[in-house]
């Protein structure tokens, strides 16, 4: 076990590969699915296995940017990145966490910032997963009530149909994401998701990607691999000022990241074996996980907070996995027997 | 500036200008709250000096060394290390899931 453990010269401790690797795998799965960074799993579960917090959110946000390049790579080729919309995006997102930590200092100095976020915290993400879980419900309820009158099962996102009819120029063709809208919506959908980042005192983007899908109207692939390539450059510039304030630990991210890389890649192809809305289910149940874990922060119990999130973590990624394994069986089995049908035309 | 007409020879020139300020708001105000998220004065409690007395030559010394010689190299390297390493990963495993024989092509955007 001894073997398996490594000096890092910077954080200034002894650590273990596997749990580096471990970390790395499960939030790579998740974030290549759900197109998120997953913050709140590292930063918490580095902290609980003795990584100084400052060092943990470096080196976490060090590893994000690598992971989301693995990803964003993905998620390309699959037709699921939208890169002008990510962009259109990006000046509102990072105007909002500016607004949203003025926000912040601002409730520090009237000295409610500490116990007044984190109730916020717990009731978005309580709203937010309550949303999705409804959204899913009635999507199915009216699958089978159109399947049993033979009708087509009727458009999702009625809030993004009247946001995009909002005529204000200019108006842009987002082709990946088959929406034309005003640029003013996505940049206002980055700033208001950047502003909630901001308080929060997240990245945003488990926030950004219900939005791009409920207020944008992109489909749910499109929002996880738009989402991925937004995670990608905070990620990036994220490393660099924290490495630069010397609260990176390369050495950590780098295995982190061999770990994630790989989760990564594993977590994206899953998204070819499941539909959007099954991704929107996981995606629910995630969201009150997490929910669940900053309330016992609330409570005051840390530790247990930190293992719910990690082992919650895990099984989520098991899902994922298994999801993915399922896929490619079934898939190998079409093939199979398509290559079986035309073998009987030929003789 | 004034727009030149459509199918001019500058229209493809406006085009990457109109960009330009774009980008570099983009990355401007990237740059702002995160440098804010990161904090602003260094913990008092924290020495930002790595430890290399029991560290033998290599990688990690080699790292350690510009941690402690020059921070600005260091945000530099991190980043550069980071995205070199996602790129050669991201190949290299794409690579690899193509030998698996998966159907990796462009995805129906179904929900």
Redesign the interface.
Same mark, same amino acid.
């Given at each position: 076990m001894d073997a398996l453990t490594i000096?890092l010269?910077?954080a200034?401790i002894q650590f273990s590969i596997l749990i580096l690797l471990l970390i790395g795998f499960t939030v790579g799965v998740c974030g290549g699915f759900f197109g998120i960074g997953g913050a709140w799993i590292v930063t918490p579960a580095l902290n609980s296995f003795g990584f100084?917090m400052?060092y943990a959110i470096?080196s976490d946000l060090?590893?994000m940017?690598? @992971?989301? +390049?693995?990803s964003t =790579?993905?998620h390309g080729?699959?037709?699921?990145v939208d890169l002008k919309l990510g962009?259109s995006m990006?000046?509102g997102t %990072?105007?909002g +966490?500016?607004v949203?930590?003025r926000l912040v200092m601002y409730l520090e100095r009237i000295g409610l910032a500490e116990d007044y976020i984190r109730k916020v915290y717990v009731v978005f993400l309580g709203a937010l997963g309550s949303y999705v879980l409804y959204d899913y419900v009635s999507?199915v309820r009216a699958s089978r009530q159109a399947a049993s009158e033979g009708a087509a099962v009727p458009a999702?996102s009625k809030l993004a149909r009247r946001l995009q009819r909002v005529h204000l120029p200019p108006m842009i063709r987002f082709s990946t994401s088959?929406v034309t809208c005003s640029l003013w919506l996505p940049v206002a959908v980055g700033l208001v998701t950047?502003v909630v980042a901001?308080v929060l005192?997240v990245g945003g983007g488990f926030i950004r990607m219900p939005a791009l899908i409920y207020l944008v109207g992109c489909? %749910?692939?499109?929002a996880v691999g738009t989402d991925l390539f937004e995670v990608m450059? %905070?990620g990036?510039?994220?490393?660099? %000022?924290?490495?630069? @304030?010397?609260?990176?630990d390369? =050495?950590a991210? =780098?295995w982190m990241?061999?770990g994630a890389?790989?989760g990564a890649?594993l977590g994206t192809?899953a998204? @070819?074996y499941v539909?959007?809305?099954s991704i929107r289910l996981l995606f629910a149940v995630t969201i009150f996980i997490a929910c669940a874990s900053v309330l016992m922060k609330q409570l005051h119990f840390q530790r247990a907070s930190s293992v719910l999130i990690l082992s919650a973590g895990i099984a989520v990624s098991g899902v994922i996995l298994g999801l993915l394994v399922a896929g =490619?069986q079934r898939?190998r089995r079409e093939r199979a027997n398509l290559a079986r049908t035309n073998q009987g035309d030929w003789s | 500036m004034r727009r030149p007409a459509p199918n001019q020879p500058a229209e493809g020139w406006w085009r990457v200008i109109r960009v330009v300020p774009?980008a570099m708001?983009?990355v401007v105000?990237?740059?702002?709250?995160?440098?804010?998220?990161? /904090?602003g004065k260094?913990?008092t409690k924290?020495v930002?000096v790595?430890?290399?007395r029991?560290?033998p030559p290599g990688?990690?010394k080699f790292?350690?060394d510009v $941690?402690n010689d020059n921070?600005?190299l $260091?945000?530099?390297?991190?980043?550069a290390?980071?995205?070199l390493?996602?790129?050669i990963? /991201?190949?290299i495993?794409?690579r690899?899931?193509v030998l698996?024989g998966?159907?990796? /092509?462009?995805?129906p955007?179904?929900?």
């Open positions: 000096f010269p910077i200034g100084p400052s470096g060090a590893h940017g690598g @992971k989301s +390049i693995v =790579i993905r080729k699959f037709g699921n962009g990006i000046v %990072t105007v +966490i500016e949203g930590a999507h999702p088959g950047g901001g005192g489909p %749910t692939l499109v450059i %905070t990036a510039y994220g490393a660099f %000022t924290y490495g630069v @304030k010397g609260r990176v390369l =050495i991210a =780098i990241l061999a890389a790989v890649q192809v998204v @070819k539909r959007g809305y =490619i898939e | 774009f708001t983009a105000s990237a740059a702002v709250p995160l440098a804010w998220a990161a /904090g260094s913990a924290l930002n790595a430890d290399t029991s560290l990688f990690s790292i350690a $941690y921070l600005l $260091y945000g530099l390297l991190v980043v290390v980071m995205a390493t996602g790129l990963l /991201g190949v495993l794409d690899g899931l698996l998966l159907n990796l /092509g462009k995805l955007h179904h929900e």
